[in-house]
């Protein structure tokens, strides 16, 4: 089955999770803790992004942030693939050091701020490295305590939900994540039915509205079986283009493309190797097509939403026409054997 499309809009309020490839360390020194904060600064900076947490274990990250205008997953890959030619000069190797796509949860920053900031800054002491989070010198636990001072980021917005009173609130905030010591690990954070999401039914809508997509709206979508062929008989009809053109040259024949392998791969079960087959072209141009829709939704494209919008509508009420026509031959059936 294909996998679901990172879901990124404006404003949106993302924890991310970079694992090291194989369970390696990507953390070997203290200089590649300072290099890499220092560098994801610069980046942070430059793609609107502010960070609210974050915990640097030896192979693996814990990132709490906001994403700005800029697209998150473009401003991230770039990154990575600077901190991975730096570590790969630096240490002699080659190969990948990250383990595939990071973990990226869009989560209701109204209900999970203060939980998921506690959750981060007790990863050290989960996994047995220290028995006190202010023991640890790899997150920003002490930046919010005072201890340690961070140009990285600003612990100023949490905090005020503690108290108007600064030193108040680093008591408050600090009993706060001692007490998650007690209560134990917190697995049921993330006990939801869309690994991309964290909340409840009403946010998971407006997590859609917000991407410019009606998914949430049409359930069981991105999991279904459609040919081909049907897909392609589908967008000449909601698109109005001749039978052949999605083999043809030129912008149009470009554009009708990536909307078949956007569709075809993120709301249907199709393979990438089969859909380029179809397409008579190679994987990497599947790949490809896929992204720029991707960015277009992310970018907020109203003529792209309306395109996606119509087709899925097609694709559901054939699925319902064929369901009903199923559900009628059978009970003729029946009244045939009565």
């Known amino acids: ?5 990172r879901i990124e809009y404006p404003g949106a309020f993302f924890h991310i999770i970079v694992r090291g490839n194989n369970r390696e360390n990507i953390f070997r020194d203290s200089g590649d803790y300072v290099r890499y904060l220092q560098k994801f600064s610069y980046f942070c900076e430059e793609g609107d992004i502010t960070l609210y947490a974050y915990c640097l274990m030896p192979n693996h990250i814990h990132i709490l942030l ?4 800029v ?36 989560c209701d920053k109204d209900a999970y701020l203060l939980e998921l900031v506690r959750y981060i800054h007790l990863n050290p002491v989960r996994d047995g490295l220290v028995d006190s ?24 917005f949490v905090l005020k939900q503690f108290s108007g009173s600064l030193s108040a609130a680093k008591k408050s905030y600090k009993s706060f994540v001692m007490e998650g010591i007690r209560l134990g690990r917190r697995d049921d954070l993330y006990k939801v039915s869309d690994q991309r999401i964290l909340g409840d039914e009403a946010f998971y ?38 039978p052949g053109s999605l083999r043809l040259g030129g912008h149009f024949g470009t554009w009708i493309r990536r909307v078949f392998c956007y569709i075809a791969r993120t709301y249907g079960s199709n393979k990438g190797n089969d859909v ?42 054939r ?20």
């Not at 997953?73 to 991975?84: A, C, G, I, P």
């Not at 917000?210 to 459609?226: Q, Y």
């Open 133 to 156: 989070p202010e023991d640890y010198q790899r997150s920003s636990h002490r930046v919010y305590l005072g201890i340690d001072k961070s140009e990285v980021i600003d612990p100023s």
């Open 319 to 338: 699925r319902f026409s064929f369901q009903n026509k199923k559900e009628g031959r059978e009970k003729r059936k029946l009244k045939k054997k009565v």
């Open 276 to 317: 380029a087959v179809h397409i008579g072209r190679d994987l990497a141009n599947v790949t490809h097509g896929v992204r720029f829709v991707e960015d277009l939704l992310h970018a907020g494209d109203q003529k792209t939403i309306d395109l996606l919008s119509g087709i899925r509508e097609e694709i559901v009420r």
């Open 71 to 106: 697209s998150l997953s473009k401003v991230l890959q770039r990154f990575h693939t600077w901190y991975t030619q730096y570590f790969n000069r630096r240490y002699d190797r080659v190969g990948h050091l990250f383990q595939g796509r990071y973990k990226a949860i869009v």
């Open 205 to 242: 809508k407006e997590v859609f509205r917000r991407r410019g997509d009606d998914e949430s709206e049409s359930p069981g979508i991105a999991t279904v079986h459609f040919e081909l062929n049907e897909l392609e008989e589908i967008m000449q009809n909601v698109m109005g283009f001749e």
């Open 66 to 69: 906001e994403m700005g205008k």
């Open 1 to 5: 089955m294909a996998r679901k499309p």
